[in-house]
């Protein structure tokens, strides 16, 4: 397995990219989009299709967020499944949500073709299967609901083909790529089109004033824009509406090796909650088995090894023994109150647009963002926009909004409650831990050599407190999801600011 510390390998990372460099002057353009992942390598390239001037900036490198830390199925199945969707949104928005799916997926095969891109891309079968049987219900539910949204071809079975599980739901023509390859590929494509790709350069004010966008990098330039696209999996231009909406959740990836024809070549996903996702990686001698799930919400608890661990049990029940681990890592991903991502114009705003809530299914969800903010900015409407509004409010989801956001208030009251520990000599290397300094509660974390890193626990977005992440050795903010790391860096938002430092 590859060392836990720091933030951990995904076993994608090992592709190549090509470098941005980072801003160093003001700059003009039609389009400016913030975040380099799959949703604003995207949205670059929808625009820039359209004839605008783009560019693209990212406070890290290019492809360095969740994409690269995904699991990459690309299906067209909701993870909350489509009898939820209908139950919360209608048949008419589920509808719109499936076709919407089913062409985020199209879109990544045809760039991949026009473009040349070598991702690995191939059409595959999704299966959704009953861990039990007592979940058979809930999935001949799901196929009537899974037709009803467009699924013409799903098909009702006894079982997982070849293994002992509930019923399962066989749905055809899904598809799974190399998300690093396809991303590596797709902004080489992007940089020779014009578009202009800078890394390391955080943005971190939105303005918008008389039709006219400015944002403002953390190093001081200025970039004015007629059109601004926040596609940062978290949105960095907004400070509270969206995030009340959506929920942070880590979720836990191993892959280990398979021999060649002992699972084959499909999408599978159970119906636990949380659900275990489970793909292939085909390599050369033998495959590699990618398995997921063991979510938990974001800062909540600490046991990221135990989760791995708790994996590979069940992948090992359910697929026989596996070779020894070869990657280990974890993300984050953000579910939105009621079963659909938000995608569109910024609620407020004429010309800032906004991606985020990507769920288990971020992908082809960053992809029909994609599609829809530049056609609401183009054409002024899109038939999927209504589906995918950030401005929306579902009553239906109202208890789902209530559970969320109950956690935020507990969070914040542990301001004044003691430490995890007594005092900083209790604190061993690779460590973190919260505790009361000088009458205020800080986060220390004492590395591998003994030093000491001590930051305030106060998360710089809205002052929730942070907990030690030993998986990842950073602080998570359970609230909306900031991740800082043991420097106090911000390594995810919303938090635009660092954990300001404190003294032993
Ligand atoms: C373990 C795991 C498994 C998953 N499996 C699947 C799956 O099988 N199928 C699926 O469809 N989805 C899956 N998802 C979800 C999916 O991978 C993500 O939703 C998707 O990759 C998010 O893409 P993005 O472009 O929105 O965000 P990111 O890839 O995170 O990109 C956002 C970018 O914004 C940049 N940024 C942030 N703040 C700023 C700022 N202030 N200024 C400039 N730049 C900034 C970041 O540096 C980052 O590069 C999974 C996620 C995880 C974690
Ligand atoms: S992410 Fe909002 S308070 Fe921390």
Same mark, same amino acid.
């Given at each position: 397995?590859?060392?836990?510390?720091?933030?951990?390998?995904?076993?994608?990372?090992?592709?190549?990219?090509? &470098?941005?460099?980072?801003?160093?002057?003001?700059?003009?353009?039609?389009?400016?989009?913030?975040?380099?992942?799959?949703?604003?390598?995207?949205?670059? @390239?929808?625009?820039?299709?359209?004839?605008? &001037?783009?560019?693209?900036?990212?406070?890290?490198?290019?492809?360095?967020?969740?994409?690269?830390?995904?699991?990459?199925?690309?299906?067209?199945?909701?993870? *909350?499944?489509? $009898?939820?969707?209908?139950?919360? !949104?209608?048949?008419?928005?589920?509808?719109?949500?499936?076709?919407? $799916?089913?062409?985020?997926?199209?879109?990544?095969?045809?760039?991949?073709?026009?473009?040349?891109? *070598?991702?690995?891309?191939?059409?595959?079968?999704?299966?959704?299967?009953?861990?039990?049987?007592?979940?058979?219900?809930?999935?001949?539910?799901? %196929?009537?609901?899974?037709? %009803?949204?467009?699924?013409?071809?799903?098909?009702?079975?006894?079982? #997982?083909?070849?293994?002992? +599980?509930?019923?399962?739901?066989?749905?055809?023509?899904?598809? !799974?790529?190399?998300?690093l390859k396809y991303l590596s590929g797709l902004a080489t494509a992007l940089a020779r089109g014009g578009v202009a790709l800078y890394e390391q350069t955080r943005i971190v004010s939105f303005r918008e004033k008389d039709g006219q966008v400015t944002l403002q990098s953390a190093g001081g330039q200025t970039i004015r824009a007629g059109v601004a696209v926040a596609a940062t999996n978290s949105p960095v231009?907004?400070?509270?509406?969206?995030?009340?909406?959506?929920?942070?959740? &880590?979720? @836990?990836?191993?892959?280990?090796?398979?021999?060649?024809?002992?699972?084959?070549?499909?999408?599978?996903?159970? +119906?636990? *909650?949380?659900?275990?996702?489970?793909?292939?990686?085909?390599?050369?001698?033998?495959?590699?088995?990618?398995?997921?799930?063991? *979510?938990?919400?974001?800062?909540?608890?600490?046991?990221?090894?135990?989760?791995?661990?708790?994996? !590979?049990?069940?992948?090992?029940? #359910?697929?026989?023994?596996?070779?020894?681990?070869?990657?280990?890592?974890?993300?984050?991903?953000?579910?939105?109150?009621?079963?659909?991502?938000?995608?569109?114009?910024?609620?407020?705003?004429?010309?800032?647009?906004?991606?985020?809530?990507?769920?288990?299914?971020?992908?082809?969800?960053?992809?029909?963002?994609?599609?829809?903010?530049?056609?609401?900015?183009?054409?002024? $409407?899109?038939?999927?926009?209504?589906?995918?509004?950030?401005?929306?409010?579902?009553?239906?989801?109202?208890?789902?909004?209530?559970?969320?956001?109950?956690?935020?208030?507990?969070?914040?009251?542990?301001?004044?409650?003691?430490?995890?520990?007594?005092?900083?000599?209790?604190?061993?290397?690779?460590?973190?831990?919260?505790?009361?300094?000088?009458?205020?509660?800080?986060?220390?974390?004492?590395?591998?050599? =003994?030093?000491?890193?001590?930051?305030?626990?106060?998360?710089?977005?809205?002052?929730?407190?942070?907990?030690?992440?030993?998986?990842? !050795?950073?602080?998570?903010?359970?609230?909306?999801?900031?991740?800082?790391?043991?420097?106090?860096?911000?390594?995810? =938002?919303?938090?635009?600011?660092?954990?300001?430092?404190?003294?032993?």
């Amino acid at each position: 397995m590859n060392a836990i510390g720091e933030l951990s390998r995904s076993l994608w990372m090992e592709a190549g990219f090509p &470098r941005g460099r980072a801003l160093a002057g003001n700059l003009e353009v039609d389009v400016a989009v913030v975040g380099a992942g799959i949703a604003g390598l995207s949205t670059a @390239y929808e625009f820039a299709r359209l004839g605008r &001037r783009v560019a693209v900036f990212d406070a890290g490198t290019i492809a360095g967020g969740m994409t690269a830390r995904t699991s990459a199925h690309l299906s067209y199945e909701s993870d *909350d499944y489509y $009898q939820e969707l209908i139950r919360l !949104r209608g048949e008419d928005e589920a509808r719109q949500y499936f076709q919407s $799916q089913k062409a985020a997926v199209d879109r990544i095969e045809q760039i991949a073709l026009r473009k040349g891109i *070598d991702c690995d891309f191939a059409r595959v079968d999704g299966y959704l299967f009953a861990s039990g049987a007592s979940d058979n219900g809930l999935i001949e539910k799901e %196929r009537e609901a899974a037709m %009803r949204a467009g699924f013409a071809d799903v098909t009702l079975l006894e079982s #997982l083909p070849g293994r002992a +599980t509930g019923k399962a739901l066989r749905f055809p023509n899904q598809a !799974r790529f190399h998300p690093l390859k396809y991303l590596s590929g797709l902004a080489t494509a992007l940089a020779r089109g014009g578009v202009a790709l800078y890394e390391q350069t955080r943005i971190v004010s939105f303005r918008e004033k008389d039709g006219q966008v400015t944002l403002q990098s953390a190093g001081g330039q200025t970039i004015r824009a007629g059109v601004a696209v926040a596609a940062t999996n978290s949105p960095v231009n907004d400070f509270v509406a969206i995030h009340t909406k959506q929920a942070p959740y &880590r979720t @836990y990836v191993f892959a280990a090796p398979v021999a060649k024809g002992t699972v084959p070549d499909c999408l599978f996903w159970d +119906t636990q *909650d949380p659900y275990h996702y489970v793909r292939l990686q085909p390599r050369q001698e033998d495959d590699l088995l990618i398995v997921g799930g063991e *979510d938990h919400k974001s800062g909540v608890v600490a046991d990221g090894e135990l989760r791995i661990a708790a994996l !590979r049990d069940w992948a090992e029940e #359910l697929f026989g023994p596996l070779g020894e681990t070869e990657f280990a890592w974890s993300g984050q991903v953000y579910e939105p109150v009621d079963a659909v991502p938000f995608a569109g114009r910024n609620p407020g705003n004429d010309n800032i647009y906004v991606i985020t809530g990507d769920s288990g299914e971020g992908l082809t969800t960053g992809v029909a963002g994609a599609i829809i903010v530049a056609a609401l900015a183009q054409q002024g $409407q899109c038939p999927w926009a209504p589906v995918y509004d950030p401005g929306r409010k579902t009553v239906k989801a109202l208890g789902e909004f209530i559970k969320e956001n109950a956690g935020v208030a507990k969070d914040m009251a542990q301001h004044l409650t003691g430490g995890e520990v007594a005092s900083l000599a209790d604190i061993a290397p690779g460590q973190g831990a919260l505790l009361r300094l000088h009458g205020e509660k800080v986060a220390a974390y004492r590395d591998d050599d =003994g030093r000491l890193h001590i930051v305030s626990a106060s998360c710089s977005h809205a002052g929730c407190v942070v907990h030690f992440n030993p998986f990842e !050795r950073c602080w998570d903010c359970p609230c909306h999801g900031s991740q800082f790391g043991t420097d106090g860096q911000v390594l995810a =938002g919303p938090a635009l600011k660092p954990l300001a430092s404190r003294q032993a």
